[in-house]
């Protein structure tokens, strides 16, 4: 009931292509659905979050998509660049303070110039 | 402001030593934790504290301990290191409201022999 899954392992998309990563969560008391990014060497640092109350939340080329009935949220992001290369990770999060939130284990994207 | 700070980057130690991770905030936030990262795992949140004066346990608390005496500082002490504690280890900080959003220290990157 705890978990996320978070899938692919890994990515490996060309400059300019999209990259699409895919999480789903099983509680439903979980209500802050954030997704993080980290470069090697530093700790992760929030992304684009969102509420279930809506299905889809955009800022620049990332955008998250999110489906309450089936569990599932993505992200997406479009026109990808070498910047882009990280890992990602997807979590899902109840009340205040974070320290409820559980992450997926996370996806390594590399974008091919 | 300087963020999270952890210290220290890197440390090396034998089976059964013990040892203490410092983390340091300065935004003021109340929530604070600490999380293991292993590949393939994501996070698991280690030990939290929602205020000065107050700790709990997390999904994987075995082996450490916490104390939090100021809202600034929350040290992770390993007790006696084993080498199944070969880790990163990040700090998070978050502050009291509606999003649980997590700001994360650079890491600790700690093997045990």
């Known amino acids: 009931q705890q978990q996320v899954k978070q899938s692919p392992q890994s990515l490996i998309v060309q400059k300019g292509g999209i990259s699409i990563i895919n999480c789903a969560y099983e509680?439903?008391?979980?209500?802050?659905f954030p997704w993080y990014q980290q470069f090697p060497g530093k700790g992760p640092a929030l992304l684009i979050a969102?509420?279930?109350?809506?299905s889809e939340k955009k800022e620049g080329r990332f955008t998250i998509s999110f489906n309450k009935s089936a569990k599932q949220f993505s992200l997406h992001i479009m026109d990808s660049q070498p910047g882009d290369s990280a890992t990602y990770f997807c979590?899902?999060?109840?009340?205040?303070?974070?320290?409820?939130?559980?992450f997926g284990a996370g996806t390594r994207l590399f974008v091919k110039a | 402001n300087a963020g999270v700070t952890q210290t220290p980057k890197f440390q090396v130690l034998k089976t059964g030593q013990s040892m203490t991770l410092q983390c340091a905030q300065d935004m003021n936030h109340e929530y604070m934790s600490w999380y293991r990262q292993d590949p393939g795992m994501g996070l698991r949140l280690i030990h939290y504290s929602v205020g000065a004066g107050i700790t709990d346990q997390g999904e994987v608390p075995n082996g450490y301990n916490v104390s939090r005496s100021t809202t600034e500082d929350f040290p992770l002490r390993l007790l006696s290191a084993a080498p199944s504690q070969t880790s990163v280890y990040f700090c998070a900080s978050s502050p009291p409201g509606a999003l649980p959003t997590q700001y994360f220290g650079p890491g600790t990157r700690l093997t045990v022999l």
């Open positions: 969102i509420r279930p109350d809506v």
């Open positions: 979590a899902a999060s109840r009340g205040t303070g974070g320290f409820k939130t559980i």
């Open positions: 509680n439903t008391a979980f209500d802050y």
